[in-house]
């Protein structure tokens, strides 16, 4: 009988959280969006405040993942601190999101980019330019930000690989149409997706950086089953952790730069800075080429940690090797942007 | 014209040397499926196509690369040869 009561008392939360959360994206962020600035991210603050205290389970994983993996620097006052920065974060990027309308004006306000000579140079070359990025608070909005400003810019990444509830058709219509759809207006091209057995994704992308175009890549995500193989060891977050390198492949093969870029909000939420390194030296072996544009990410996560994407998803921060493998917790279904 | 043999046998040796990591599937037959046994993946079939473009002077377009036309040494000398005579045909309507 309690079991039963039990069961019945997660569902109804679940559905409530999804409601909640199909709330947020489909009628309280776009119309957050529209205020002024100071109060659209105040609305997603307390969006974030709510979920920190309502969603127990993912907030009790959140802490703990971010004490396991940043042990060292983290005591258990700052880790919730910090949980609750992340679950605000998440709610901010909707915001952000919502500001792409238009020629992203109303975000573009908000947000400093510094570094733009270094992507000017690195075109002027000739071969385009690689932007590699940790998955960072608004990164994909960033990547906007950039097309926007007049940098025609294509993205490799899947869009619907943090769908753990799985690829319902309802659920990806609803996140193409929150979110997706809103991003892809601001891309010179369609995604190019790396699903398993998808072998043109690198000649794509080498077409992009043939035409001196942009090619973004988010090199910390975590590598599927049938990439496993291909993934090296590296520094990641003082640990271990398996990555892959193919954007130093896709660098040598094709002569193009490769600069990591960054974004970071601000402690009022609502201004970002997005910061665009000079190139990453690709000379040595790959392992070595690549473990320079990880220590770039692992920078860039450390000078804002709440804001990586990954801190309430046990299971990719075991796919990664940050985490030992354990039992499921029984996670909540989640979009891993979205907490 | 390419001479049937020597693409083959050009097309087989770039792929054994530079790209087949697992010294069991050596000798490389012409036959033998390359994306099944993961000779090419999405990064060594770049490495192959920029190595076509070089070798033979055709564009590989981005939408010709589908499984097809890669998944053999025999499927990629079909698809070069094809494309060479596109490439020799449209020459000569212009000419």
Request: charged share 20%; aromatic share 6%.
């Given at each position: ?167 319902s058709s309802a659920e990806q219509r609803f996140w193409n149409l929150v979110?997706t759809r ?158 | ?95």
């Open positions: 009988m309690g079991k039963t009561a039990a069961n019945a008392a997660s569902s109804a939360g679940g559905l409530l959280r999804r409601a909640e959360f199909v709330a947020y994206w489909l009628a309280v962020a776009p119309l957050a969006a529209c205020l002024p600035p100071r109060l659209a991210y105040r609305v997603a603050c307390w969006r974030g405040d709510w979920s920190f205290r309502y969603r127990a389970g993912k907030r009790a994983e959140t802490v703990r993942n971010l004490r396991q993996v940043l042990c060292d620097e983290l005591g258990p006052d700052e880790a919730e601190r910090m949980a609750r920065d992340f679950f605000r974060m998440m709610a901010c990027v909707a915001i952000d999101v919502m500001r792409l309308r238009g020629r992203a004006r109303s975000l573009r306000k908000l947000v400093e980019i510094r570094g733009r000579e270094h992507l000017d140079a690195a075109l002027a070359g000739g071969r385009g330019a690689i932007l590699c990025s940790p998955h960072l608070g608004s990164y994909d909005s960033a990547f906007c930000l950039l097309h926007a400003i007049g940098y025609p810019v294509t993205t490799i990444g899947r869009n619907a690989v943090g769908l753990k509830w799985g690829p979110y809103r991003l892809l207006r601001h891309r010179q091209r369609p995604n190019i997706e790396p699903w398993p057995g998808r072998v043109q994704v690198a000649v794509q992308a080498e077409a992009v950086l043939r035409a001196n175009e942009v090619v973004t890549i988010c090199s910390d995500a975590p590598p599927l089953d049938a990439d496993r193989a291909r993934a090296i060891e590296v520094t990641f977050l003082g640990r271990r952790a398996r990555l892959l390198p193919g954007v130093v492949t896709l660098a040598r093969l094709t002569g193009a730069p490769v600069l990591m870029i960054s974004v970071h909000r601000l402690a009022d939420y609502r201004h970002q800075v997005l910061e665009i390194s000079p190139p990453v030296p690709m000379g040595g072996e790959t392992a070595t080429a690549f473990g320079r544009c990880v220590a770039a990410m692992d920078a860039a996560i450390r000078t804002r940690p709440a804001d990586w994407v990954y801190w309430a998803d046990t299971d990719h921060l075991v796919t990664f090797g940050l985490l030992p493998a354990a039992p499921s917790a029984g996670t909540e279904q989640i979009y891993v942007h979205s907490a | 014209m390419l001479e049937v043999t020597h693409l083959e046998t050009v097309i087989n040796d770039y792929i054994s040397r530079e790209l087949v990591q697992e010294p069991a599937l050596l000798p490389l037959g012409n036959a033998t499926p390359l994306l099944e046994t993961g000779v090419l993946d999405s990064l060594t079939l770049l490495r192959l196509v920029l190595f076509v473009r070089e070798r033979f002077g055709i564009m590989v377009d981005d939408v010709d690369v589908v499984p097809e036309h890669f998944a053999s040494v025999d499927a990629i000398c079909a698809y070069v040869r094809a494309r060479v005579e596109s490439s020799a045909d449209q020459a000569g309507s212009r000419g």
